[in-house]
Structures are given as structure tokens and as C-alpha cells.
């Protein structure tokens, strides 16, 4: 059975910072790219950092140089680290992974950055 699992996410002040985490399972982690999107309230969902199978890694604009995604092959986990959080980061973050054919959601976590 396929699984994303997503947690990390909470109530975090502006400027401050969480790691987001996605326990996958079921599938061959190391042939995915692994992505995180996110979706804020009435907006459409949106892609903000991948990390491909060679570590290869790319960003959204918009989080660039305050996120960081990395993964574990090991583990089968792939992570997020997001700085200087702003109340515009407010949203559910999914974790997505992508090959040649097939691809997969977890549920998503929520982040809202609010004092």
C-alpha cells in the first residue's frame, strides 16, 4: 500500500521557521523525484520545491533561498525546512511523488505562520 505522510506542520510566528517531514512507503522511493506543493485557502495548489532522484534540487520564486528540501533514501523521507516564514507561506503543504507514469499525494499538513 502507498503512503505519504506528512507532519511537521503548526502555528509558527513570522520569521520563524518549521521542517516540514514525509514518511513514504509502498514504492521504490529512490526511482521518484520528490516534490512539496502547497495550497492556500481559495487559491489553486502550487508547486513550491522538488529534489530529484540525484538530489538535484529547484524552487518555487517564492521560497527561494528560505526553503530547503532534502531526502533520505534510507529512511524513504523527504523534508522540508522553511525560514523566515511569512504570513503569504500560510497553507497545506503535500508532499508528491513523480516518475515516468505514476505519481502520488499525501494528505497534507497545515502551516500557518501568524502572530
Known amino acids: 500500500q502507498v503512503q505519504l505522510v506528512e507532519s511537521g506542520g503548526g502555528l509558527v510566528q513570522p520569521g520563524g521557521s518549521l521542517r516540514l517531514s514525509c514518511a513514504a512507503s509502498g514504492f521504490t522511493f529512490s526511482r521518484y523525484a520528490m516534490y512539496w506543493y502547497r495550497q492556500a485557502p481559495g487559491k489553486e495548489r502550487e508547486f513550491s520545491a522538488v529534489?530529484?532522484?540525484?538530489?538535484?534540487?529547484n524552487y518555487a520564486d517564492s521560497v527561494k533561498g528560505r526553503f530547503t528540501i532534502s531526502r533520505d533514501s534510507a529512511k524513504k523521507m523527504v523534508y522540508l525546512q522553511m525560514n523566515s516564514l511569512k504570513p503569504e507561506d500560510t497553507a497545506v503543504y503535500y508532499c508528491h511523488a513523480t516518475t515516468w507514469g505514476s505519481g502520488y499525494w499525501g494528505q497534507g499538513t497545515q502551516v500557518t505562520v501568524s502572530s
Open positions: 529534489i530529484t532522484t540525484d538530489n538535484n534540487t
